[in-house]
């Protein structure tokens, strides 16, 4: 099974930027749609956003505005820019790559470790 390795999370303040990394452990990450979720303290995983093999973005209404998905296929690597950052976003993030439907989608990777994205007001 695929897995991922996260990087990028820091302490920032309310307004900051922040750009997470995410890379395969094996196969490439241009075989894939790929997807960002988080996960607050006592909160359950939560899908941030999406890009599938053609590039196609789709984000949840929190971080539309804010947040760019992106891939660079040549370096085997995707990426969240999260620009306008809210104590809200404060979160594990996640990379996994998933399998799309019409109304759903489903994981198709392990889960890796997550990278740490902290924002003070």
């Known amino acids: 099974q695929v897995q991922f390795v996260e990087s990028g999370g820091d302490l920032v303040q309310y307004g900051g930027s922040l750009r997470l990394s995410c890379s395969p452990s094996?196969?490439?990450?241009?075989?894939?749609?790929m997807a960002w979720y988080r996960q607050a303290p006592g909160k359950q995983r939560e899908l941030v956003a999406t890009?599938?093999?053609?590039?196609?973005?789709n984000y949840v209404d929190s971080v539309k505005g804010r947040f760019t998905i992106s891939r660079d296929n040549a370096k085997n690597t995707m990426y969240l820019q999260m620009n306008s950052l809210k104590p809200e976003d404060t979160a594990v993030y996640y990379c996994?790559?998933?399998?799309?439907?019409?109304?759903?989608?489903?994981?198709?990777?392990?889960w890796g470790q997550g990278t740490q994205v902290t924002v003070s007001s």
């Open positions: 996994n790559a998933v399998r799309i439907y019409s109304a759903s989608l489903s994981v198709l990777g392990s």
């Open positions: 094996g196969s490439g990450v241009s075989i894939y749609s």
């Open positions: 890009i599938t093999t053609g590039g196609v973005t």
